[in-house]
């Protein structure tokens, strides 16, 4: 699949198997210029609650719950038969890779909240 096909949700990996989800696209007409990338344990940290960890995790980490919600996207990804996309081989076709600033409130804050 063309690197040109990305869309938002698709996943990154680094060379070090840190996964991050696409969550901005920046465009020049119909050529992919950049993209801006989370790390995939954050986003998911910001789509989960207590709540949704219910009575089987208990006292477990909330690590744990994260790393099979994790596990569960990448999982779901090649179901779904979409690629991950190396940053190297996305800096080697000129997109550029940027990387959220998660010292800044995460824009879905406020639902979680």
């Known amino acids: 699949m063309s690197m040109q096909h990305i869309t938002d949700d698709d996943l990154v990996r680094d060379e070090y198997g840190n996964y991050y989800k696409v969550v901005g696209l920046h465009t020049d007409g ?13 986003e998911l940290s910001f789509e989960s609650s ?4 219910g009575e089987r995790y208990g006292q477990t980490p909330v690590g744990v719950f994260l790393q099979e919600r ?42 979680t909240v």
């Open 30 to 42: 119909d050529t992919l210029k950049a993209l801006e990338v989370s790390n995939l344990y954050f």
């Open 50 to 53: 207590a709540d949704s960890m």
């Open 70 to 111: 994790l596990n569960a996207y990448i999982e779901d990804i090649q179901q779904r038969e979409r690629p991950i996309y190396g940053i190297r081989d996305l800096m080697v076709n000129r997109i550029k890779v940027y990387a959220v600033d998660i010292t800044q409130p995460h824009p879905k804050r406020d639902l």
